[in-house]
């Protein structure tokens, strides 16, 4: 089983740690097209508008068998005051009876320049377990990239740093999901559109989009029209990894599926006027970084408030001590009704009669 089949990207070679150094060659050489800088420079805001919504499609074996999801969510946020769009994906699923994640959290420019981006894979063999976590991050001109691999106990750390000049036309995990969005509203590939992108030893590489032209798709109960597009991934170093996803009108996917894997991911029935932009997605805790940053903050929040409240009412302790000593000296057999009985007594509104009949055992 290969790590490439989660990543979309091509495997990892055998690399060492530290950092990658831009050259001016691999500068020169690794462009985007005109055309793709183009397309980006014309987007319209109603365009990234439509594009606002969630979906979630299921992943099968080319058998049939459920394997798992794949969920997709497009929103207006912010970050630091700064408005923009965030990406959020996520997959789980098994293959060869391994389970697998991959989750994406990506903060873009209404051009589709990153802001930030985190990415998060993780693989559970039998032995061991496989992550990868990549983070990018534009600062002063610059995009910033660290990596962390963990195989079993073994850590490998990686950086890199490329000035935003060279990555003119950057397409990334999470950027690419809106950008395929656009490409399908428009149902049209402009011809030779090359992005930049970043491979998994963080070197510059090019990523192709292509049109598939249109075709038959049964989607549920309907038989329907879609457009099909086609993304290369190139690497120096391997043979490339192509995606080849077909879209509704409106954008959304159909199905979407890597050549040459037997995972295969289709919607499974369209989505009504209502559903749309509401489908509940499975959280991972761990693997959403926004999330799992918001529950940490609010368990300190709370932590905090439960201990001025004790601080300011002593006799809770005095309270819970007492009723403790009586429980593990009665050893009652029903704790919920001693403790019923127990606390009963300090009810300011139970009537003197109750109290006096509530003796313990």
């Known amino acids: 089983m290969k790590v490439a089949l989660m990543a979309e990207v091509p495997p990892d070679d055998d690399?060492?740690?530290?950092?990658?150094?831009?050259?001016?060659?691999?500068?020169?050489?690794?462009?985007?097209?005109?055309?793709?800088?183009?397309?980006?420079?014309?987007?319209?805001?109603?365009?990234?508008?439509?594009?606002v919504f969630a979906e979630s499609l299921i992943m099968v074996s080319e058998d049939g068998r459920d394997l798992g999801e794949f969920n997709v969510k497009v929103e207006f946020a912010s970050r630091v005051q700064q408005p923009c769009i965030?990406?959020?994906?996520?997959?789980?699923?098994?293959?060869?009876?391994?389970?697998?994640?991959?989750?994406?959290?990506?903060?873009l420019t209404v051009d589709l320049e990153v802001l930030e981006e985190d990415y998060y894979e993780y693989l559970k063999l039998e032995d061991h377990t496989v992550e990868k976590r990549c983070h990018m991050v534009k600062h002063d001109g610059q995009m910033e990239i660290n990596k962390v691999t963990t195989v079993g106990e073994e850590v490998t750390e990686e950086s890199a740093s490329y000035p935003m000049?060279?990555?003119?036309?950057?397409?990334?995990?999470?950027?690419?999901?809106?950008?395929?969005?656009?490409?399908?509203?428009?149902?049209?590939?402009?011809?030779?559109?090359?992005?930049?992108s970043l491979d998994q030893q963080l070197k510059m590489i090019h990523i192709i989009f292509s049109e598939l032209g249109l075709k038959q798709l049964e989607v549920g109960s309907e038989v329907l029209e879609v457009f099909g597009v086609q993304r290369i991934v190139h690497c120096a170093d391997n043979s490339p990894t192509i995606w080849q996803c077909y879209f509704l009108d409106d954008g959304r996917l159909a199905s979407r599926m890597q050549?040459?894997?037997?995972?295969?991911?289709?919607?499974?029935?369209?989505?009504?006027?209502?559903?749309?932009?509401?489908?509940?997605n499975s959280l991972v805790l761990e693997e959403d970084m926004q999330l799992h940053s918001h529950f940490l903050d609010r368990k300190d929040e709370l932590k905090a408030d439960h201990a001025l409240y004790l601080r300011q009412h002593p006799e809770i302790r005095a309270l819970i001590s007492d009723f403790l000593q009586s429980l593990l000296l009665r050893k009652p057999d029903d704790v919920l009704l001693f403790a019923k009985k127990y606390f009963l007594c300090f009810a300011p509104s139970s009537p003197p009669e109750t109290n006096r009949n509530t003796h313990l055992p």
Do not use: N, W
């Not at 990658?20 to 508008?49: M, N, R, Y």
């Not at 959020?88 to 903060?107: L, R």
């Not at 999901?177 to 490409?183: D, G, Q, T």
């Open 259 to 280: 050549v040459g894997s037997p995972l295969i991911m289709r919607l499974l029935q369209l989505p009504s006027e209502i559903d749309k932009g509401f489908k509940k």
């Open 86 to 107: 965030l990406v959020h994906s996520q997959s789980q699923g098994s293959t060869d009876g391994f389970p697998f994640g991959i989750t994406v959290t990506a903060y």
């Open 15 to 51: 690399t060492s740690s530290g950092a990658v150094a831009v050259t001016e060659e691999t500068k020169h050489e690794q462009l985007a097209s005109d055309e793709a800088v183009t397309f980006i420079s014309d987007i319209e805001p109603v365009e990234l508008q439509k594009c």
């Open 165 to 196: 000049s060279a990555l003119r036309g950057l397409v990334t995990e999470g950027s690419h999901f809106l950008l395929m969005r656009l490409i399908a509203l428009r149902r049209k590939v402009p011809e030779h559109m090359v992005f930049v």
